[in-house]
């Protein structure tokens, strides 16, 4: 029987901070549990048509890509620290810059003119079921989060849903 992929088995690495020192494998903090991840890859076309030509002609542009991904928020065990993944990714996105004003009554409350988001280091990884690690797929890349969501609801487990937009191409894909 062939092996297959399932969402059971796919897991997220993410890393801030120094984040030039990782290796293409899935190094930095792993994401547990996470319900799902999606990555979208685009190419951007560009219309070199002229007027003299009797068919369209394109030239391939920019390559981009985006995704996201649900966590769950709980705790295995108790000592499990779950949570800082959550704290992880809003220090990405909402953390100020040093030196930016935070004082809400200052006029200038929230600009710093070097501020700038924070780029984080993420691995995507798939594995078939009951395969090592060494057997697994990886897609790792550095990325900016560009949104966070909390939700909590009556009678399930809260969750964070998270967006990011990819920066530059992707490091290693052995997918």
């Known amino acids: 029987m062939g092996s297959y992929r399932s969402g059971q088995n796919g897991e997220m690495y993410i890393r801030t901070g120094d984040i030039s020192n990782i290796v293409k494998t899935a190094e930095g903090t792993e994401v ?6 999606n990555v ?10 002229c007027l003299a030509d009797k068919d369209k002609v394109y030239f391939g542009g920019n390559r981009s890509f985006s995704g996201g991904g649900t966590l769950l928020y709980y705790e295995k065990d108790p000592s499990d620290n779950t ?13 100020p810059a040093a030196g930016l004003t935070t004082t809400p009554d ?7 003119a070097s501020s700038s988001p924070t780029m984080v280091r993420i691995n995507l990884r798939s594995r078939a079921l009951g395969a090592s690690d060494n057997d697994s797929e990886n897609l790792n890349f550095y990325a900016f989060i560009t949104g966070f ?4 609801s009556v009678g399930e487990i809260m969750t964070g849903n998270f967006t990011f ?11």
Do not use: E, V
């Open 32 to 37: 547990m549990p996470i319900r799902d991840w």
């Open 165 to 175: 937009q990819g920066h530059g191409a992707i490091i290693s894909n052995s997918f």
């Open 83 to 95: 949570g800082t993944t959550f704290k992880l990714l809003m220090d990405a996105l909402l953390s």
């Open 149 to 152: 969501q909390i939700t909590c």
């Open 40 to 49: 979208n890859f685009t190419q951007d076309i560009i219309d070199t048509t």
């Open 106 to 112: 200052s006029p200038y409350y929230g600009r710093q």
